[in-house]
């Protein structure tokens, strides 16, 4: 099994950055892909960055690419995702889910935090 915890969350203005933490623990070695998802009520949810836990690749949905940044520190089983330029259509919960296959874009993870809320006001 994998616990995973989400923090860093809150209440921003359009245009500010905000940092979401995941902390793994447990069987660790079983990651392949840490992924962070994010939805907004009525509408699905979307994978918005991913990265590759032993290779350190990323993975940027259109909707965030050149804004947001996924990075990893396998030392302290954490995964970073460095929001920049936040917009009101951010607004939603984010999650980190852990994967135990190779793919870096499914919509298959295995693991799942609680999630923490990210407001961006307008």
């Known amino acids: 099994q994998v616990q995973l915890v989400e923090s860093g969350g809150g209440l921003v203005q359009a245009g500010a950055s905000l940092r979401l933490s995941c902390a793994a623990s447990g069987r660790t070695d079983s990651i392949n892909v840490i992924g962070w998802f994010r939805q907004a009520p009525g509408k699905e949810r979307e994978l918005v960055a991913a990265?590759?836990?032993?290779?350190?690749?990323?993975y940027y949905s259109d909707s965030v690419k050149g804004r947001f940044t996924v990075s990893r520190d396998n030392a302290k089983n954490t995964v970073t995702l460095q929001m920049n330029s936040l917009k009101p259509e951010d607004t939603a919960v984010y999650y980190c889910?852990?994967?135990?296959?190779?793919?870096?874009?499914?919509?298959?993870?295995?693991?799942w935090g609680q999630g923490t809320q990210v407001t961006v006001s307008s």
């Open positions: 889910a852990a994967r135990r296959g190779l793919r870096l874009v499914s919509q298959e993870f295995d693991y």
């Open positions: 990265i590759s836990w032993n290779f350190g690749i990323p």
